[in-house]
């Protein structure tokens, strides 16, 4: 209690202009006292005023008072000094040089806590009390302090730039939109912040998203990375375990296998750590952007805003996987198979199919399904995005039916929506070995697989590199991709299955009649990128296109 009772006096007994201890102390007719220097030198420099005034009320003298020293206070501020009573701290009250300095400050200048838009000048705490307390002044708009005020007066006019003018894209005085800038497209700067904050916000929310998505993208990639040690960690102890087995002939190639496993397993864990870290820089750039956009956001000088206004350019989506598949404990395991291969056959492993074996450890990749039930072992739950759904269909509940409508739905405004064709793509993209199936009504259908950023405008699934379908119309089936169609001479089914080997570059159709697989068409090539199924439904309305679930074993044909 004590200690407050001394910074109360330290307060009551300050000059009001320079915040240090009254020295030849005056008082004014008002009743506010000074330092004898600083209330001359203020009324000294307020050369504009006819009549002098209290720098802390505003009330004006005349004739100027003369200027008598307070004996009583000033015998005071001896005592004051004498026990030790200092002004307050220097440091939380002048400016230094980076700081915004008050225009009103005689002598050492004081830091501007607020800078007025209306006076176009700045002010310590002290200086801006009439802008609380005297009701004129209540109505100027009050920002946070800036250097840069004299940037929203009007060179040519000498007026504060209110204005914008969209046609020439610059901030006006009223005077400017009367002149020069008449006929002109002229807004309030207010009006046109206000536009264009909404553009920003929008594309904050871009930002935010692509961060997000992002972040996304490099938690699977950790988490990849965890189920490749695992895999591989697990396919060094099986293939320790054979091996022990073996005579001293085998141990030296149960090294040799083992330090291959541990290369190609640092091989896929070193591309993966790339790509982590480009999406971590991705992330780094996104949020200073989004700090960027903030900071200038909580700027209310709307000239300010208007001058420094970024060009907006829209951010770009990531190049990578939004869903990463996973599977763990596959990336080695036919190398298990082939070690056990070795115990059996011994020397012929070793000699003659020895280089096989060192290529299944860098290929990492499982034959390709010859049954129905080697299939059904990838198939997958595909369910379908609503922000790609073209307006003639509707999606049903459980998000893998979709119906043609006669009647084009309103739906909101996406990126990701298709425009022109009756198409719709999955949620899941797809990276490793899938199979799904997809079951029609009528005999008019596409059945698709394609990367994300195929046009959601003007074309179809197979009409560019983008994207490979399976068309369907009169019970007639062809192949389009880039635009080119490979007619298939094959009897309709309402049932289609499509398998994928992404890393092998392999896309299959199958042709499926009483749960018996044909296939129908095959290709071979690179994928570059995550692939999503989709479909094409172009029937009469009330057609319907699902993903279902695989049926039972079978052979295939």
């Excluded at 000294?44 to 209290?54: A, D, T, V």
């Excluded at 990838?378 to 509940?397: K, W």
């Excluded at 425009?419 to 990276?431: A, I, K, M, N």
């Amino acid at each position: 209690m004590a200690q407050k009772g001394v910074q109360l006096d330290k307060e009551s007994f300050s000059c009001l202009i320079c915040l240090d201890l009254l020295n030849d102390p005056v008082t004014i007719p008002c009743g506010h006292s000074y330092c004898m220097k600083c209330i001359k030198t203020y009324w000294n420099e307020e050369k504009e005023r006819e009549q002098p005034s209290c720098p802390h009320c505003r009330e004006s003298f005349t004739p100027r008072p003369v200027l008598v020293k307070n004996t009583m206070l000033a015998d005071l501020m001896e005592d004051l000094k004498k026990i030790g009573l200092q002004a307050a701290p220097t440091d939380r009250c002048y400016a230094e040089a980076e700081d915004v300095v008050c225009d009103f400050c005689s002598g050492r200048k004081r830091k501007a806590t607020k800078s007025c838009l209306c006076c176009l000048a700045s002010y310590c705490e002290n200086h801006l009390q009439p802008h609380h307390n005297v009701a004129p002044f209540k109505k100027h708009k009050l920002v946070d302090p800036s250097k840069n005020l004299q940037d929203n007066v009007c060179p040519r006019h000498d007026e504060v730039m209110k204005m914008f003018c969209r046609t020439d894209q610059k901030c006006i005085c009223y005077l400017c939109s009367l002149d020069e800038h008449k006929g002109h497209d002229t807004v309030s700067a207010a009006a046109e912040r206000t536009e264009r904050q909404r553009e920003m916000d929008v594309s904050r929310q871009q930002i935010q998203q692509g961060i997000q998505d992002r972040e996304k993208d490099v938690k699977l990639l950790q988490q990849e990375v965890e189920a490749i040690y695992q895999s591989a960690d697990k396919t060094v102890k099986d293939s320790e375990e054979i091996f022990t087995e073996l005579i001293s002939l085998l141990q030296k190639r149960s090294s040799d296998v083992k330090q291959q496993i541990w290369s190609q397993q640092e091989t896929e864990v070193r591309g993966i750590r790339e790509l982590e870290d480009k999406l971590q820089q991705e992330i780094t750039d996104l949020k200073r952007r989004d700090s960027e956009m903030k900071q200038l956001t909580d700027n209310e000088d709307n000239n300010q805003f208007l001058h420094n206004y970024p060009v907006l350019s829209p951010v770009s989506e990531s190049t990578h996987s939004s869903s990463i598949s996973i599977y763990p404990l596959r990336y080695f395991e036919d190398v298990t198979d082939a070690v056990s291969e070795v115990r059996g056959r011994l020397q012929d492993i070793l000699t003659d199919t020895w280089t096989n074996l060192s290529l299944t450890i860098t290929d990492v990749s499982e034959p390709e399904p010859k049954s129905r039930a080697e299939f059904l072992k990838y198939s997958c739950e595909i369910t379908l995005d609503p922000n790609t759904l073209n307006g003639r269909l509707l999606l049903s509940e459980d998000k893998r039916k979709v119906t043609i409508l006669k009647q084009l739905q309103s739906y909101s405004s996406h990126p990701d929506r298709f425009t022109d064709r009756p198409q719709v793509l999955s949620r899941e993209g797809l990276t490793g070995r899938h199979y799904c199936e997809v079951e029609v009504t009528e005999d008019i259908l596409g059945v698709a697989v394609s990367y994300k950023n195929v046009s959601r405008t003007g074309e179809g699934f197979g009409e560019s590199h983008k994207s490979w379908s399976l068309d369907c119309e009169a019970e007639t089936y062809e192949l389009w991709h880039n635009d080119t169609e490979t007619p298939i001479p094959f009897p309709y089914s309402p049932r289609t299955g499509v398998y994928l080997d992404h890393r092998a570059g392999v896309l299959s159709f199958y042709n499926i009649y009483e749960d018996i697989m044909y296939l129908m068409y095959r290709v071979q090539t690179t994928f570059t990128q995550p692939l999503y199924a989709g479909v094409y439904v172009y029937g009469t309305p009330g057609t319907t296109a699902e993903f279902v679930k695989p049926g039972s074993s079978s052979c295939l044909y």
